[in-house]
C-alpha cells in the first residue's frame, strides 16, 4: 500500500517527504525550530558539535536553573537534529546512511 500525504497525493516511490506535511518546517528564510528559536549556531556536524555562542541570562539561571537550561538545551538538540537530517544520505541495504559528513575546521581538534 502507497503511503499518501495529508491532502491525499503520493510522493514518487509510494514515500511521504517531510517537506510535503510540513512545508513551513523546510520554507526558505530564516531558520527557527519549533520553540521559535533561529538558527545561529555554530556546526560541526562531523562530531555532531553545535556551539551557541550567546551569552547566558543569568537572572534566568538564578530563578529556575534546570528549568532554563533544558529549555535552551532542547533547543539546540533540535536544531542539530534537524541539520544531521538535512545531510545527503544514501540508502544501503542496512539502512540510510550519510556518505561524507561534512567537517568544519573552525573547531579544535585535541589529540
Known sequence: ???ASTDGAV???GVVKAEDLLPSAFGDGARVDS????DDLSYDLGSLTAVDSHQVDAAKMQKKQENYLHKLTTGNVQLIVKRVFELPMEVTAQAPVVSEAPSNSAFAVFD
Open 1 to 3: 500500500m502507497a503511503a
Open 35 to 38: 520553540s521559535g528559536k533561529a
Open 11 to 13: 510522493a514518487s516511490g
